[in-house]
């Protein structure tokens, strides 16, 4: 009987150790990821520095803060916004982040 509660002890142990050390894996995997966010948070507000919403032969296009690289291809027409946002996007619509960005883009796509 011994034996048992013996080897039910060991077994314990070393299941308590396992997922000691998984757990552990997985929090540093968590940290990994969350530093990574970070920069590239950090990495985008430095250089991209916003964006800008341009016609360009009749559609919407994103782009970078230097308003020169293009960012994102759309196939909103710029026809088929309200005048006011056509008139921002023909001067160069700056937009600040990229949580706005696409959310302007979801509102006025489809």
Known sequence: MRK????????????????GFY???QISQL????????????KNETLDAGF???????KVHV????????YEYTNIQVSSLPEAVQREIE???????EVELYSF???YSS
């Open 4 to 19: 048992i509660f013996y080897g039910a002890g060991i077994f314990l142990v070393i299941l308590l150790f396992t997922l």
């Open 23 to 25: 757990g552990s894996y």
């Open 31 to 42: 940290r990994g990821q969350v530093q990574k966010y970070q920069a590239m948070e950090t």
């Open 52 to 58: 800008y919403l341009k016609n360009d032969n009749g």
């Open 63 to 70: 782009y970078r803060g230097d308003g020169e690289t293009v």
């Open 91 to 97: 001067q160069g619509k700056f937009i600040k982040s």
């Open 105 to 107: 883009l979801e509102n």
